[in-house]
């Protein structure tokens, strides 16, 4: 199933080793998550394959540590994390930590779900199984928790409508990403609410199998630019005028914050970077509760 994301990140570390086929870099990035909050941060790992044929064309460009990238790639739901493996990767000369923009996580993913929507707070969820395959060391499948406003009519349409005759659905899912904290209940110790990566949804579109055609019938196409138009008075009138609107929008930054070193210090002592034994941890716990 295609589960793909489009970023801008900042180039935290990077580090490089060579195969027989391939340089592979490994890259810890950070996304922005909140403008006004610069501790409010999501870290990507992310693996780039280069082919060390030279006839190979690559769409992985040349970057440096503390650099800004647009990038896009597969990926995997981890703790608190996701892990990529890299398609594209572009520089982007023009931008910094302090002003890059937070546009978050986009995804456009395939999963399925046995489930119907469900109403909480003003929210209609869904929760949906998704698989992508990005390396033998790592997960091959994780939940992800869907969601969108009720008063939107256009989603709640297609949501309401999931599973109500049919045991499993598969939909094409596009939106951003968004990761909540388990909550632990402060005297016991005990985490009351596990760990969530949020989707919140932006477009679905439901995946149907057509059926067979048994009695080998020719399927007759209707190529709409085949037919004999009846009126085309409409396209032919003018459109009418409209004073542009000049856009006095300013731009959100962050030239009021300290230094961007200092921003991106304070920024890694709140948030750690997750150590190996930690994302190790994580990813023998996550197969543990996958295979019960």
């Known amino acids: 199933m295609p589960v793909k994301l489009t970023t801008i990140c900042y180039v935290y570390d990077c580090t490089e080793r ?9 890259i810890t990035g950070v996304v922005k998550m909140e403008d006004n909050n610069p501790n409010t941060i999501f870290y990507l790992k992310i693996k780039a394959f280069i082919s060390l044929d030279e006839n190979v064309q690559s769409h992985i460009g040349e970057f440096e540590k503390e650099q800004m ?5 597969k990926f995997i739901t981890c703790e608190g994390w996701f892990s990529v493996s890299a398609t594209s990767i572009k520089v982007i000369p023009d931008l ?10 986009n995804v456009t993913l395939t ?11 003003d929210y209609s969820s869904i929760s949906f199984f998704v698989q992508e395959y990005i390396g033998k060391q790592e997960l091959t499948d994780f939940w992800l928790e869907v969601q ?3 008063n939107n009519e256009y989603l709640a349409k297609k949501t309401n409508a999931i599973n ?15 990761y909540r ?15 969530k990566h949020i989707l919140e949804l932006m477009d679905i579109s439901i995946v149907t199998m057509n059926r067979p055609n048994t009695n080998n019938e020719r399927r007759t196409l209707n190529v709409p630019w085949m ?6 008075s409409s396209r032919n009138r003018s459109p009418r005028g409209a004073t542009p609107r000049s856009n006095n929008r300013g731009k959100t930054t962050l030239s009021q914050m300290n230094s961007t070193q200092e921003t991106i210090r304070t920024m890694m002592s709140t948030n750690p970077v997750p150590s190996g034994a930690q994302i190790q941890a994580t990813q023998e716990e996550t197969q543990t509760q996958l295979t019960e």
Do not use: W
């Open 96 to 105: 910094n930590f302090d002003t890059m923009p937070n546009i978050g996580i």
């Open 227 to 232: 037919n004999t138009p009846t009126n085309n």
């Open 181 to 195: 904290s388990p909550v632990t209940d402060t005297t016991t110790g005990n985490i009351t609410e596990p760990e």
């Open 164 to 178: 109500t005759g049919t045991r499993s659905t598969t939909a094409i899912l596009i939106g951003t990403t968004k």
């Open 18 to 26: 060579l195969t027989s086929d391939y340089m592979v870099k490994e």
């Open 148 to 150: 969108h406003k009720t």
């Open 111 to 121: 999963g399925v779900t046995t489930q119907t929507v469900q109403i909480h707070d």
């Open 69 to 73: 990238i647009f990038m896009t790639g």
